[in-house]
């Protein structure tokens, strides 16, 4: 394996990767097995999140532009190879890993926390899948409520859309002895966001009118968990005097709408932003460490959100929303054995 100081035995120098060409242009390709370069680890994945970051990145684009691009950055596996000057991890040991490529067979990661990866997160043995791969959107939740809403434990919170993240959000907060009410149309969904920690759940029809009329009153913080404009002024509507709004959804190409800057004026709203790759370094690794005592702990039920698994062959569906996919969250596997 090159530059790789331990490796398991049966390594291939070949392997199967879900790559982007271009908009819309998804090839699973055979490639060569990326080397543990000094200072990484080489990790055979088990399993990887489809994020709705990966599905824009598909239909959008790649940031810089630069292809052939692997997407996939919720992933988990087992380290097969340590690279040059590698202290402190073992082959075998399983492990998250933040970095770009995991809808693939294997990805390398370096230890030390980057620009903004956070490197590799110890996963015990007995954590499900299906639960490991939560573990970077909860520390993106922990994120938004902690550092950008500053949630209180007593606060009224309304999380706007009860999604995977959303879902995950209200769960979050609940545990951080928020009171949540949970904001969203759909119905089965609703009853999710309340076997989630949600005190209540109303639909979406005037929700800032009846969000103020109920028992918590006008919520302290607001989190909008969907990339809709017309949320934002809606979001400002509901929250209370002094209150905070945090967008924590992305708004794509649909990305201005009118607000009431009086309303934010005289009642002094914060309105701010949440993105996990703009927290300063130290600030993720602390949130990514509560997100894998989370993950460890099992107190919050992260498999319910799992609707579906992926593989090679599928992949662009789940990408696409196709059929049921990503009614919540479809998980990638590699080596996926269909019942």
Known sequence: MGDARVTTAGTPETMRACRLHGLEDLRVESIDVPRAAAGELLVRIEANGVCATDARKYRVGVNDG????????????????????????????????????????????????????CG???????????????????????????????????????????????????????????????????????????????TEAIESDRWPERVQAGADGAPRLVIVCAGDPKLVPQAIEAVATGGRVVLFAGFGDRSTTPVDLNAI????????????????????????????????????????????????????????GRSELRVLKTVFVPDRADP
């Open 120 to 198: 590799p997160t110890l996963i015990p043995d007995d954590v499900p899948l299906e639960r490991a791969v939560f573990l970077e959107p909860l520390a993106d939740c922990l994120h938004a409520l902690i550092d950008q809403g500053q949630v209180g434990s007593s606060d009224h919170v309304v999380v706007v859309a009860a999604g995977s993240m959303g879902l995950q959000m209200i769960a979050v907060a609940s545990q951080l002895g928020a009171r949540v009410t949970a904001v969203e149309p759909k119905s089965e969904r609703r009853e999710l966001a309340r076997r989630f920690g949600a």
């Open 265 to 320: 004026h005289y009642r002094e709203i914060e309105l701010v932003g949440s993105e996990w790759i703009g927290a300063p370094p130290n600030q993720r690794r602390e949130r990514y460490g509560q997100a894998a005592e989370i993950i460890a702990s099992g107190s919050l039920p992260l498999e319910e959100l799992v609707s579906a698994r992926c593989s090679f062959d599928d992949l662009e569906d789940a990408l696409l």
């Open 66 to 117: 630069v292809y052939p691009f692997n997407p996939g950055h919720e992933w988990v596996g087992r380290v097969a190879a340590l690279g040059a000057g590698v202290d402190g991890w073992s082959v075998g040991q399983r492990v998250y890993g933040d970095t770009y490529g995991g809808y693939a067979e294997y990805a390398t990661i370096a230890v030390e926390p980057g620009a903004w990866s």
